[in-house]
């Protein structure tokens, strides 16, 4: 791998495809960057990930709230970011099982491959030699049988007994033709063997690959949906929390302004007792204004109930 690559660097990438929409793998990122091994952008997206709920964290942190709100929506946040590093977790641990078994399994084949490539061309370099020797016999026979023809044309009387070897060697000649054509044709038949067999087992290697990418995709895509609805049920409980907190706000504001009202009433009454009873008709007014926060904390527990 080049020298270069930095944790920044792969913590950019993985931000910008995060930013995009897109699921963060290996692949994506090293396409980015246009460099780097598998093995070390897997170990720097390790820990890209484990600083991710902490950058999450400090993005979304709440504004000042009332401490039961904050404390509900603090356990809230914590139970969902709980739940979604646990399932990255687990998708990251099935995605690199499943990349090792294919490299475990790609590796094999490879040797097995190689193993009958390497049989196949010492079979075909012995064929080889043996055509080569069987050449060369030949050659040597047949520069025999001309020197003999030559000896014959000056020895007329030893005609007939060089006749007869000439006859041996041609008989020898035909059988080392024969012998070669033999040779010939069982090599070729093993190379046929063995160039379908190699077929057949680079076949069934696609057929693993393409199912193992099929099987990919789909937990993609189920991953992806999932994502969604996560998304939609947390902006669903945002809105339910803004609605809330607006309905507390106005009720707190109604209150103080049902106390000022009291107040303004004790002073303009002239006696103790018409004091009193006003005072207690503005209380009675004020507490029915004040159950909106009870209503607000039955939709939290509403919506509790539907995120769970």
């Keep these: 791998m080049p020298h270069g690559i930095t944790q920044e660097q792969v913590d950019t990438t993985a931000d910008a495809i995060t930013a995009a929409g897109e699921r963060v793998t290996v692949e994506k990122v090293r396409a980015k960057l246009g460099t780097g091994s598998p093995n070390t952008v897997t170990r720097m997206l390790d820990v890209w990930r484990q600083g991710l709920a902490t950058r999450l964290q400090e993005l979304n942190t709440l504004p000042d709230l009332p401490d039961d709100v904050g404390h509900a929506m603090t356990n809230l946040w914590g139970q969902a970011l709980q739940h979604a590093r646990e399932h990255m977790q687990q998708e990251i641990h099935a995605e690199r099982e499943a990349l090792q078994q294919s490299r475990t399994a790609l590796d094999a084949r490879e040797a097995e491959q190689g193993a009958l490539l390497a049989t196949a061309q010492a079979a075909t370099q012995q064929a080889e030699e043996a055509a080569r020797r069987a050449a060369v016999e030949v050659a040597t026979l047949r520069r025999l049988v001309d020197r003999l023809e030559d000896e014959g044309k000056e020895h007329a009387e030893e005609r007939p007994r060089l006749v007869a070897q000439n006859q041996a060697l041609e008989t020898a000649c035909t059988k080392l033709r024969d012998e070669i054509r033999t040779i010939e044709e069982k090599s070729a038949k093993e190379r046929s063997a063995r160039e379908e067999h190699i077929r057949i087992v680079e076949d ?19 991953l992806a949906d999932a994502r ?13 929390i803004t609605e809330l907190t607006r309905s507390l706000r106005a009720a707190e504001r109604e209150a103080a302004h049902q106390r000022g009202v009291a107040e303004a009433l004790k002073l303009k009454l002239p006696s103790a007792g018409r004091g009193k009873s006003a005072a207690r008709r503005v209380g009675r ?17 509403h919506a509790k109930r539907r995120q769970n």
Excluded: F, I, M
């Design 204 to 222: 069934r290697a696609h057929a693993h690959v393409d199912r193992a990418r099929t099987d990919l995709k789909a937990a993609r895509a189920e």
């Design 228 to 240: 969604k609805r996560h998304q939609q049920e947390t902006q669903t409980l945002q809105r339910t």
């Design 285 to 301: 007014a004020g507490k029915t204004r004040l159950r909106l926060p009870e209503d607000s904390d039955a939709h939290t527990d």
